[in-house]
């Protein structure tokens, strides 16, 4: 028998087990992406990731931009709600509490981010959504504000000593230094005289306690006086009858008193003082439009009859 030498068996045998295996292995891999990837290796869920994440992209992409629109309408309101602020005598918001940095968003423990891209996307996105719980925050504590204020000066205005308190003449000069018509000296004069005839209605000036009613020892009379809160007192002197008991409640434009000459007078009318925080104030400052009680009265009679 005769033998042929194979040349280069080796490089050839070990040519044709790579290719089969090549083979096996394309075989074995498309069967295992065919049947739903049963062995585990992850194909079809890299395939799967790549487009979650390109979804996810798109939604932080979205999200940003609804946030965007969010802070938009916040200026809005912050800017309205600067208008209220100011309405209720409070100081508006300034942009630089507005806008106060509230801290540097970080992305949670575990996640990794792929590329520079996706990381500034949702980091931006983050701080964005930061500023903006900041914004809600500090509008809702501005509108609770304005809300209290708003009760306060309610209360505030109404018990403003703030209407004349009696139909009369009376001279706009009349507080300050003069010369006493009974007396003939020089001395201050705290309040305003409304010059009237005996018996002429006298009228609160505004909602309030009755501190005091009755006769004084010295020259102004018969007096009522009223403690209206907030700082606020009245004193309405001369009187010839009075209407009204100490501790009573009173509002604005009801009648307390009647006008008189009694204490040193020259003549009759009503001597009317204005008191804040126990100081001496021009009364002619607090009417309000010189309007008259009764006027008062029937307009605050008219808009309690339309909201009902």
């Not at 309030?208 to 009379?221: P, S």
């Amino acid at each position: 028998m005769e033998y042929k030498q194979i040349r280069f068996f080796k490089t050839k045998l070990a040519a044709l087990f790579i290719v089969g295996v090549c083979f096996c292995s394309i075989l074995f891999l498309g069967a295992n992406v065919l049947f739903g990837d049963p062995l585990g290796i992850g194909y079809n869920r890299v395939s799967s990731i790549i487009s979650e994440n390109r979804m996810l992209k798109e939604q932080v992409l979205h999200l940003g931009n609804q946030a965007d629109e969010i802070q938009k309408s916040l200026h809005r309101l912050a800017d309205r709600g600067n208008e209220l602020r100011m309405m209720v005598d409070l100081k508006s918001l300034d942009e630089e509490t507005r806008k106060a940095p509230v801290g540097g968003s970080v992305t949670a423990d575990g996640v990794v981010l792929s590329g520079n891209e996706t990381s500034k996307l949702i980091t931006q996105t983050n701080e964005l959504l930061d500023q903006l719980q900041h914004e809600v925050r500090l509008q809702q504590t501005s509108h609770e504000e304005i809300y209290r204020r708003y009760q306060y000066n309610a209360g505030l205005f109404s018990h403003l000593p703030a209407i004349k308190p009696m139909s009369g003449y009376y001279s706009v000069n009349g507080f300050g230094m003069r010369v006493h018509p009974v007396l003939r000296v020089y001395r201050m004069h705290e309040g305003v005289d409304i010059i009237n005839d005996v018996g002429t209605d006298v009228f609160a000036a505004g909602d309030g306690v009755i501190r005091y009613a009755g006769r004084t020892q010295g020259g102004y009379g018969t007096v009522v006086d009223v403690a209206h809160g907030y700082g606020y007192s009245s004193l309405y002197a001369h009187l010839s009858k009075i209407l009204v008991r100490p501790g009573q409640k009173v509002k604005r434009g009801e009648v307390i008193g009647k006008s008189g000459r009694t204490g040193l007078v020259s003549g009759p009318h009503l001597h009317y003082e204005v008191r804040f925080n126990g100081r001496k104030q021009n009364p002619v400052d607090y009417f309000f439009d010189d309007i008259h009680a009764s006027r008062y009265r029937t307009q605050v009679a008219g808009l309690r009859g339309s909201e009902n």
